[in-house]
């Protein structure tokens, strides 16, 4: 369902509108943003997009496995699907994705029939499905697809899946790329959000990291989908790039805000060329320290603050009447692979290679390798390879990890006597959160933990400390800011 022209839809930010934060950050002065030792920010930590972490996963889930998990679901709660796209049509030298360079369209087609396949393999192991809330399709460049073979995709996942009547249908697309003919396919096939690629409108950063992008081309792209009816648009921001400073990062928030967008997510760029090895292109001599990032951090947050949004977790923002500012003011507040959301569903089902699904016993992997994983479909297998089942412990942790980094705020004792626990189960991660309040990361009352408003962009430092698995590593996880 989109929402043009739909009465249920709030009105637009207007001046003077209220809006209502938890908690909201005040302006910090650089002072302040030193207080808390530098080393913190420099701590290689999760994004915690899930527990247990993708660095657990391992060989012992396969197809076997994750077929019986497929039978297992009782068809009575929503689903979520996500189709991973690994293809861009040239390689921006920040990117962290499981993505490759490919100009062979008819390549790009054999990969869309496969998903189709792959689709209905999956759907056929289960007997019981709920409706789809959510659909989102990443990459990569999702609309690298041809628009005919876009459409068809979307057809046969609605085909194979129930789809309930509202059911979100996101894209991630690249301004640089958009045409009309794929604008109007997506609108089309029902999508009604896209999230746009931006990072930064600096043209010598934008040169620095492969991405040259006028901003008059993003406004365009903006433009074109509103003229065909999707209007649902949020925009993806970094921090940490190559010489960029405070002011780059504000002059980027102004020129998106122009643009009048639903949300926003602000990055920060994670330096990893042991595994990202295109990254190597990128002179890390020109990287902003940790002092920096985390005034970009800031500025970011400031200046969506300035324009009235509202702060949803420590990196994404969204207009006062938007569902996931709603959801921060109801706390429904959700995370998943896509970051903060409003999706509530519990199982997450992905297609393509790569792509990660998350049922209630687990998470399961699809096979990385685009020619292994094209086998595998070819085949007529579910070419799930890798993953990691989720036992109570961990579902324990994940929610506290979840509303920590959602709400700032958790209450372990409580948590872990609703879930079955001892209310002291947790209490030696207590003990590894003292040095942390200590530094004024986190205060703790009794069991309750919270991340003060001058913290929160190091929610993931506090919020390792709660996980069973982590340990202090060079090169596993991003920094923390």
Request: proline share 7%; net charge neutral.
């Amino acid at each position: 369902m989109r929402w043009i022209n739909d009465a249920r839809r709030p009105p637009r930010f207007t001046p003077g509108m209220r809006t209502i934060s938890p908690s909201p950050r005040p302006s910090l002065s650089p002072s302040t943003l030193a207080a808390i030792p530098a080393a913190y920010a420099l701590e290689t930590v999760p994004r915690y997009t899930s527990y247990p972490t993708a660095a657990q996963f391992g060989p012992g889930i396969d197809e076997a496995l994750y077929r019986h998990w497929l039978a297992e679901l009782d068809g009575t709660t929503p689903l979520s699907l996500y189709v991973h796209v690994p293809y861009c049509r040239v390689l921006c030298w920040y990117c962290g994705c499981h993505t490759s360079v490919l100009n062979d369209d008819a390549r790009i087609a054999r990969y869309a029939s496969r998903l189709e396949e792959e689709a209905a393999r999956v759907a056929a192991a289960m007997p019981r499905k709920g409706p789809v809330a959510h659909l989102h399709f990443g990459g990569g460049t999702p609309t690298i697809l041809a628009p005919a073979d876009f459409a068809r995709v979307i057809a046969r996942l609605k085909a194979e899946f129930p789809f309930a009547p509202d059911a979100e249908i996101a894209v991630e697309i690249d301004p640089r790329t958009l045409t009309q003919e794929m604008t109007a396919a997506l609108a089309g096939a029902g999508v009604n959000r896209v999230s746009l690629g931006v990072q930064d409108v600096d043209p010598e950063i934008q040169r620095l990291v492969h991405r040259v992008q006028p901003t008059e081309q993003v406004a365009a792209a903006v433009a074109m989908l509103r003229a065909h009816g999707i209007d649902r648009i949020n925009v993806d921001l970094m921090y940490g790039l190559p010489t960029q400073t405070v002011a780059h990062v504000r002059a980027t928030v102004a020129a998106m805000l122009a643009m009048n967008p639903d949300r926003a997510a602000v990055f920060g760029y994670a330096h990893v060329p042991w595994f990202a090895k295109h990254q190597a292109a990128i002179d890390a001599a020109l990287l902003p320290g940790a002092a920096e990032r985390l005034a970009q951090a800031q500025a970011a947050a400031d200046a969506f603050a300035e324009a009235g949004w509202v702060e949803v977790g420590f990196d994404h923002y969204a207009r006062p009447e938007d569902p996931l500012a709603i959801a921060v003011r109801e706390g429904t507040l959700k995370r998943n692979f896509q970051g903060y959301t409003t999706d509530r569903a519990e199982t997450l089902i992905g297609l393509g290679a790569s792509s990660i699904g998350a049922l209630p016993q687990g998470y399961a992997q699809n096979e990385p390798h685009l020619g292994k994983w094209a086998q595998a479909v070819d085949e007529g297998r579910i070419p799930v390879v890798r993953g990691v089942p989720v036992t109570a412990e961990d579902a324990l942790r994940r929610a506290a990890i979840y509303a920590l980094m959602s709400a700032f705020d958790v209450d372990l004792g409580a948590l872990a006597a609703e879930r079955g626990f001892a209310s002291d189960h947790l209490d030696a991660d207590l003990a590894r959160l003292a040095p942390l309040a200590a530094d004024g990361l986190c205060t703790i009352e009794g069991r309750r933990v919270r991340v003060p408003p001058h913290a929160r962009f190091h929610v993931r430092n506090v919020a390792a400390r709660l996980d069973g698995y982590w340990a202090p590593q060079a090169t596993r996880h991003s920094r923390a800011v």
